[in-house]
């Protein structure tokens, strides 16, 4: 099917350029900004999940330890408002991704991910919080015959490291999900689902209140300095004096001007189509409602939300000067292609779906494509980012492990590589824009035309970057 972008432009006509999660719920009123001059024990940085679960996990650790939480806008204004949002319990991208960096803890990193799913699970049993989980697994689809190596290669991953996953042929996984793409599949049954990422969010907000940080919402981060042992976070209005610091910005990398040089903001896009009918859901299928990666070189990833609507992402870009805030974002136009690949994939819905929302947002893409630790002023601050990804359960799993690192802790985690080591430098700008303007280009072409460009995704992984995982 080539590419119909008039029928792409009317789906998009009336469509909101913001994200689902938060403009399906209620406003509510952010808490006050920091106005006046305080001290702490510890500083939180960030009010995305990593940020969130450090208060949370700090503060069951010590109850009586001082915290104090500041976000630059409101609570999970960044990717945590903004994901696909399935689970995983990968900590590390992917157990592929995790043998390409750590082949020798990959089993280490597998248990440590599944024990870090189970206690978000109990987590949020425990506090009550409600976000629409479900547990309806995840699967990785291979678009075409294609991607059949790459599916028996990842069941063969998921059984070598004891996850209940099985294979489904050509029939099977059209019968799970209805698209003339899908191929094969593999599907990992346990602790893996879908949550409304903003529900949880703001659970996580109650939570930490509830249990004595003190959150303050519009205080950006201005600037630090170390001295005596003390180091002064200044906001636009007050003055921070904290023994320790975990900065939780990801994609944002502030904190301090060294974490841009391993971080990247690339962006992601997803549209979210409105509510599926019970004759529009016959035809898909879904019954199951699992999480969907595919094997495009572009991969595409899709999920239902709990009113059916389909959540559908993917089109990776990057604006220059790590620019978080692109207003051509804002139009329909840099979705197109993302609505065409939609069509792709489901024909059945094209003449009948119209998308109620649509967006885009930085993630902190490293050459690791997983999450890692810069420590700043003597270990006194630690940043920890870089998720590209996978982050909605991963981020509770860096913040326990960032929290650790922070306090000498010496534990199973901050002895493996991951947290003692961090990714390569990327070059700076203009290169930097440049190769990612080429890369985008390539990614986006290369299924259907090969060439150069296959030449071209294969130097940039060898530089590092495993942008075809």
Partial sequence: ME??????????????????????????????????D????????????????????????????????????????????RPGAILSTSVMHGIDNTERMFPTEVATLEELGKKNLDAFKASLEKYNVDCDLEWGGELKVSIGDDGLEAVAEDFELYKKYGHDAVVLNKQEVQAEINSPLFHAGVWSKKRSGTVHPGKL??????????????????????????????????TPSATIDANKVLLATNAWAAGHKHIKRRVAAVRDRIVVSEPLSDEQMQMVGWQHRQGIYDTRTQLNYMRLTKDNRILFGGRLDYFFNNNTDPATDKTAAPF?????AFYRTFPQLKESVRFSHAWSGPIGLT???????????????????????????????????????????????????????????????????????????????????????????????????????
């Fill in 367 to 469: 050459t690791r494509m997983a999450v890692h630790y810069q420590r700043f002023h003597e270990g006194n601050m630690i940043f920890a980012g870089g998720y590209s990804g996978f982050g909605v359960t991963a981020s509770r799993f860096g913040a326990e492990t960032g929290l650790d690192i922070l306090d000498g802790k010496d534990t199973e985690a901050t002895r493996l590589s991951f947290a003692r080591t961090v990714p390569a430098y990327i070059p700076p700008e203009p290169f930097r824009w440049i190769g990612a303007k080429i890369t985008m280009y390539a990614l986006d072409t290369l299924d259907e035309k090969g060439g150069w460009r296959k030449l071209w995704v294969r130097m940039v992984e060898k530089m590092g970057f495993p942008i075809t995982l």
């Fill in 3 to 36: 590419d119909d972008n008039p029928a792409a432009l009317h789906a998009l006509a009336n469509t909101r350029f913001a994200p689902y999660w938060l403009d399906s719920l209620d406003p509510v009123a952010d808490q006050p900004a920091l106005a006046v």
């Fill in 201 to 234: 969010a703001r659970g996580l907000k109650r939570v930490a209140i509830e249990l004595g940080v003190k959150v303050y919402e519009n205080t950006p981060h201005l600037s630090n300095s170390f001295s005596n042992g003390v180091i002064s976070v200044k």
């Fill in 336 to 340: 197109l292609r993302l609505v065409n």
């Fill in 38 to 81: 305080i001290k702490t024990d510890l500083l939180i940085v960030g009010g995305g999940f990593c940020g969130l679960w450090s208060a949370i996990l700090a503060k069951e650790a010590n109850p009586a330890r001082e915290i104090v939480l500041i976000e630059a806008k409101s609570i999970a204004n960044g990717a945590s408002g």
